[in-house]
């Protein structure tokens, strides 16, 4: 893939951005001894999240946020894993869970980010803290959702009033990126599978959000010259030299001369993503510190008994 290209969106410089501002909070809460520690619970062998874990623990070890690992076996029941979590909680030493997705059908996904404290909710996905962006309080936002508007953010676009097509819309990624973008005054138009015609609304669109899981699914045609492409999609592909490859849902190709701007996959999303995440621990941390202050900070009743 020719990145020299200008029309590519890429996620590196984006992603170090935040970065350096991550590295600078972690330091900050350390040296005041808050050590921030984000846990990932994996549920069963899922080689979806192999890239985004490998990446999180990099990520998280070069700014100085401890990264643990927790997988669980893909039997266990939505009770072991409540209580397993309901520990997570209870423990200090951890400032941050996430669940990686997907996870085995008999886990009730709503119920299992439920049980994860909202203070300690990085991804904001308890369904409380989901609530927050819809009231327009959007400093923790699932992580992707937030890239990928970051991303957009980046290209100096207007958001007030941009016709955006999102289309996908998972709880985890369209949907938050339409309410977030609603926040910052887009005009938001969300496609899934029951839509008409994609294309037809995805010609109309400013800015284009694609998160499908669909290699090529978006071609030239459905792209309106001159819009910002955010492909989200990560799809493992063999490619023709018979190793696999990652791609994305645009046909990257074709798209990229019509868009003037388009993310490239790897190297545009996901690397945001990680980014995004670590900042979100951050957030979680000064919640847990602010609570810590309005408990203790203040004199004690308690101790004056
Ligand atoms: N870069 C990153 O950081 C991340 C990337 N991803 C990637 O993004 C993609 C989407 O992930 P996720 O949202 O979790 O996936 P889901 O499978 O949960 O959601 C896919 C969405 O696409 C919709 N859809 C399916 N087929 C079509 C179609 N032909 N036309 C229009 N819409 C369609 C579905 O609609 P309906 O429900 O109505 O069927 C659904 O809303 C995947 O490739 C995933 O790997 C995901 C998370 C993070
Ligand atoms: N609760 C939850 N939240 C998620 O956000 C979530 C999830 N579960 N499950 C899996 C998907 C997938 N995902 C990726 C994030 C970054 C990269 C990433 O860093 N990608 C690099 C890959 C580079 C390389 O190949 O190493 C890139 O695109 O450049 C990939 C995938 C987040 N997801």
Known sequence: MPLDDNRYLKGAPVAARIMDEVRAAAEKATGEGFKPRLVSITVGD?????????????????????????????EITAEEL?????????????????????VPSHIPIKAIQ???????????????????????????APCTAAASV??????????????????????????PIAFLLMSEGA????CHHMTRSVAAHARRADALFVAVGKARLIKADMVKPGAAVIDI???????PDGNSRLVGDVDTESVKEVASWITPVPGG??????????????VALSRQRALYQSTYATESKVAAE
Request: zero cysteines.
């Open 187 to 190: 005009t938001v138009t969300v």
């Open 46 to 74: 899922v080689a979806a999240v192999d890239v985004y874990v490998r990446n999180q623990r990099a990520k998280a070890e070069k700014v100085g946020i401890d990264f643990e690992e927790r997988p669980f076996p893909a």
């Open 82 to 102: 409540e209580a397993a979590i309901h520990g997570m909680n209870a423990d200090p030493r951890v400032t941050g869970i996430i669940i990686q997705r997907p």
């Open 114 to 140: 439920g049980a994860i404290h909202p203070l300690k909710d990085v991804e904001g996905m308890h369904p409380s803290s989901i609530g927050n962006i819809v009231y327009n309080d959007l400093d923790l």
């Open 233 to 239: 999609g990560i799809n493992s592909e063999v490619g």
């Open 150 to 175: 970051e991303l957009l953010k980046a290209t100096g676009l207007d958001l007030k009033g941009l016709e955006v097509v999102i289309v996908g819309h998972s709880e985890i990624v369209g949907k």
């Open 269 to 282: 999303v996901g690397p945001v993503t990680v980014a995004i995440l670590l900042r979100n621990t951050m």
